[in-house]
């Protein structure tokens, strides 16, 4: 309902610039007009209000839940601030977690973390998922997206086909246990696989990756927008077109160009992850996976700055979310920090606080 109510409220947008010009060849362009402000004057509260709940507005992405162990409700469910960390069994790294609801009034912030032995290997897996438009996409991403992967049957000898497919597939499943739902919603998806020396980093909207390799801050991820030139591209092959509506958005009404979800907007929000690989080597010193609730207002660069000095991976995580917070962030919060750890560092040993 809130979708269909959020389409009318376009079509009532535009529906004055189409009147003006057949109403040109009639004569009529003020009736036309008059007419399309009445009904706008008519719905402006309903309509707002869905639109609103549809897209979120300022919350185009999210985060999630992990160790296997449920962080957040569903939207309106009391929250409060949750961290924690493990180490991998084999102490070639260590990974820490912080998630907050913020000012938000509502959680839509997932993550998951994950470390599990796969044919003899053991292979970390992490993301961080940012809903829109209600909790259940990001929730599902969450449960089903690593648990999807780690039974694909490519996963060690094609792992890019492996995620991409997985990726796709994991929205399929997603869009048809949606097929009842009268509103829409949908997730971005920052994810981060390890196996052997290998760092695999897939994403889809604006969930975004950062690593410190040499103590430089390298984006390994991009944030994807409509506004940019082969995202409208590939949205306007596809029939649809970007509009401003406060920001560029697909159709005026979402703010990222590709996402879980959205089954609305699904010919042209795609769920295809671009895909970046990175050697583990002892130049790559940690991964930082955010939510935009940190990168709204902290830089790539002053966020591997706050981390660098924190040798314990949730410390870390948690000094991400503080000053986001401090710096009045408006949405959701999730940082998820995976260290690399030098193999001579046997004062380090792995916990029990981890997941299988």
Known sequence: MAGSIGLLLLLLLLLPSFACMIGSLSGHCCCWLGLALLLLSLFPCCCASCLWQSTDDEDDGGGGDGEKVRLMGLAG??????????????GKFSYGYASSLGKRSSMEDFYDTRIDGVDGETVGLFGVFDGHGGARAAEFVKQNLFTN???????FTDTKSAIAETYTNTDSEFLKAEASQN???????????????RLLVANVGDSRAVICRGGDAIAVSRDHKPDQSDERQRIEDAGGFVMWAGTWRVGGVLAVSRAFGDKLLKQYVVADPEIKEEVVDSSLEFLILASDGLWDVVTNEEAVAMVKPIL???QAAKRLLQEASQRGSAD???CLVVRFLEQDNQHIRPTNDQAS
Not at 149 to 155: G, S, T, W
Not at 183 to 197: H, N
């Open 149 to 155: 992967l780690i039974k694909h049957p490519k996963f």
């Open 312 to 314: 314990d991976s949730e």
């Open 77 to 90: 469910e009391a929250t409060s601030p949750a961290s924690g960390g493990g180490f991998s069994a084999n």
């Open 183 to 197: 509103r829409d919603a949908g997730s971005t998806a920052s994810t981060a696989i390890l196996v052997g020396d």
């Open 332 to 334: 959701n919060i999730t």
